[in-house]
C-alpha cells in the first residue's frame, strides 16, 4: 500500500513516524511525507526524530517531499493537519486520491469528514480522531510530551466498519495504539467534550492543563462547558454517557501540569488558531440546536 501523511507536526510525526520506522524502508508498504520548508528538508536529508516517552529513535520514510506530484496515487491518506489548512490540502491532493483512496482526517473538531466530502467526493472518507500531546520541538524533530497516544476511526455501523479491518492491521504491526470503532460519533464527540472546553480555556486564559485544574474557579468553569458540549451533542442525536464529563476532567488531572493545548501555542506564538473547528463551532452547533452556549460564546468574545 502507498500511505500518504499529510503534514508531520505533533500528529502526523508521531503516528507518522511510528509508520515509517515499521514499513519507510521495508517495502511492504511505502510511507510518504508531505511536509515543507526547513522540516521536510531535515527529514530528507536525516530522517525524522522521534523523541517519546516509549524512547526516541529516527524514523525514515519511503519519500518526504512539499509536491503532491511527485507523490503518485495514494491507497491510504491521514490528514494531520491544522483544521482551517484542510480544505486548500485537500484540493492540493484531488489528483492523488481516486474512488479506491481511504481518506482518515486526524484533525481536531468533529465535522472534517464532512467538510472533505464536497472536495474528494470520489474518496472513501473515513472519520479519526487521536489523543496525543506532542509537538515539533525544532524541524525534524517531533516530541510527544503524554496523552495516551491513541488513534481512533470508523464509522457508525458494524458493517462498514469492518472493512476497513486491514488498516488496523497495519497500524496495529507499526505499534500504534490504534482501536477501529463502529460508533465514531460518539468517539468524535468525546474528544471534542474535552478538547473544545480546555482549549478555548487555555487560549483565553494563557493558563496550563495543571495551572486551570488547581484554580478552583477554573476547574469549575471548565466542567462546566463541558457541559454545555453534552447538551449540544444530545440535541444533535450524539448519545454521550452520562460520566462522559467525570471522565474528560480525570483525565485533564493526569496531564503534565506545564502541558499546553495546540491552540494555546498557537495563541501565543501569534499563528493562526483552530478557533472555527473548536470554539466556533461548538456555539453555531447550539444556536442550530436551541441549546444556549454562554460560556462559550463569552471566551469567543476574548478569543476572535
Known amino acids: ?22 514499513y519507510g524502508q521495508s517495502g511492504t508498504h511505502e510511507i510518504i511525507f508531505i511536509a515543507r520548508g526547513e522540516h521536510l528538508k531535515t527529514i530528507q536529508q536525516k530522517g525524522l526524530q522521534l523523541l517519546t516517552r516509549e524512547g526516541d529513535y529516527i524514523a525514515k520514510p519511503t519519500l518526504a517531499t512539499d509536491n503532491p506530484r511527485d507523490a503518485g496515487i495514494f491507497d491510504l491518506v491521514f490528514f494531520c493537519i491544522k483544521s ?13 486520491i481516486t474512488s479506491k483512496t481511504v481518506v482518515i482526517p486526524l ?17 472513501d472518507i473515513v472519520s479519526g480522531s487521536v489523543y496525543i ?14 496523552g495516551a497516544c491513541k488513534l481512533t476511526f470508523g464509522t457508525d455501523d458494524s458493517a462498514s466498519a469492518q472493512r476497513y479491518k486491514y488498516i488496523l492491521d497495519i497500524l496495529l504491526k507499526s505499534k500504534i495504539n490504534a482501536v477501529l470503532t463502529d460508533k465514531i460519533s460518539k468517539a468524535l464527540w468525546t474528544k471534542y467534550l474535552l478538547m473544545c472546553p480546555i482549549a478555548s480555556m487555555t487560549a483565553a486564559t494563557g493558563k496550563t492543563y495543571g495551572q486551570i485544574w ?40 493526569s496531564f503534565d501540569y506545564n502541558s499546553k493545548t495546540s491552540m494555546q501555542i498557537d495563541k501565543e506564538k501569534g499563528r493562526q488558531t483552530e ?6 463551532y461548538l456555539c453555531q452547533a447550539g444556536r442550530e440546536s436551541g441549546i444556549a452556549t454562554p460560556l462559550h460564546d463569552e471566551i469567543y468574545e476574548k478569543l476572535k
Open 1 to 22: 500500500m502507498r500511505i500518504g501523511i499529510i503534514g508531520i507536526g505533533g500528529v502526523g510525526g508521531y503516528f507518522g513516524g511510528k509508520l515509517a520506522r515499521e
Open 84 to 96: 482551517y489548512a484542510l480544505e486548500n490540502a485537500a484540493r492540493d491532493l484531488k489528483n492523488n
Open 107 to 123: 484533525l481536531n473538531g468533529v465535522n472534517s469528514a464532512q467538510r472533505l466530502r464536497p472536495i474528494l467526493p470520489d474518496a
Open 133 to 146: 500531546i506532542s509537538h515539533m520541538e525544532k524541524p525534524g524533530v517531533i516530541k510527544q510530551e503524554g
Open 214 to 253: 488547581e484554580d478552583p474557579v477554573l476547574k469549575k468553569k471548565a466542567r462546566d462547558m463541558m457541559m454545555e458540549v453534552f447538551a449540544v451533542a444530545k440535541a444533535r442525536n450524539v448519545k454521550l454517557p452520562q460520566e462522559s464529563v467525570d471522565k474528560a476532567m480525570k483525565m485533564i488531572g
Open 275 to 280: 478557533i472555527d473547528a473548536l470554539t466556533v
